[in-house]
């Protein structure tokens, strides 16, 4: 069982940054893969970002070249580094994570693809953290 808690969210205006965290119960990152999904109000829950376990990263067209997702291992923590932030980007944000190989090309694919996923599509979400961004 891995558990997930996200922090750093919060207010900021257009233009701003934010570094998004999400900590993780166990040492993930060797066994697991893990996504950042966002959800708008009114909108389904979107990938934006990904990494694999040996750190190859993807991302949705919608933050490419504004977010960067990492990990630290020592910590068992990922991280969304948010630069350039836009009032679209407003949403709660969710880590997730998938330790089978199918699931995790699934969850891939929902990034780089554009996809959007629900909370039983994966098998272990956080319970997320808002940002809004205003003009």
């Known amino acids: 069982q891995v558990q997930l808690v996200e922090s750093g969210g919060g207010s900021v205006q257009t233009g701003g940054s934010l570094r998004l965290s999400c900590a993780a119960s166990?040492?993930?990152?060797?066994?697991?893969?893990m996504t950042w999904f966002r959800q708008a109000p009114g909108k389904e829950r979107e990938g934006i970002a990904t990494?694999?376990?040996?750190?190859?990263?993807g991302y949705a067209d919608s933050v490419k070249g504004r977010f960067t997702i990492s990990q630290d291992s020592a910590k068992n923590t990922l991280y969304l580094r948010m630069n350039s932030l836009k009032p679209e980007d407003t949403a709660t944000y969710y880590c997730?994570?998938?330790?089978?190989?199918?699931?995790?090309?699934?969850?891939?694919?929902?990034?780089?693809?554009?996809?959007?996923?629900?909370?039983?599509?994966?098998?272990?979400w956080g319970q997320g953290t808002p940002v809004t961004v205003s003009s």
């Open positions: 990494i694999d376990d040996d750190g190859t990263t």
């Open positions: 166990a040492s993930t990152f060797r066994d697991y893969c």
């Open positions: 997730a994570a998938e330790s089978t190989f199918p699931k995790c090309i699934r969850m891939q694919t929902t990034v780089i693809v554009g996809a959007s996923a629900s909370a039983s599509d994966f098998m272990y």
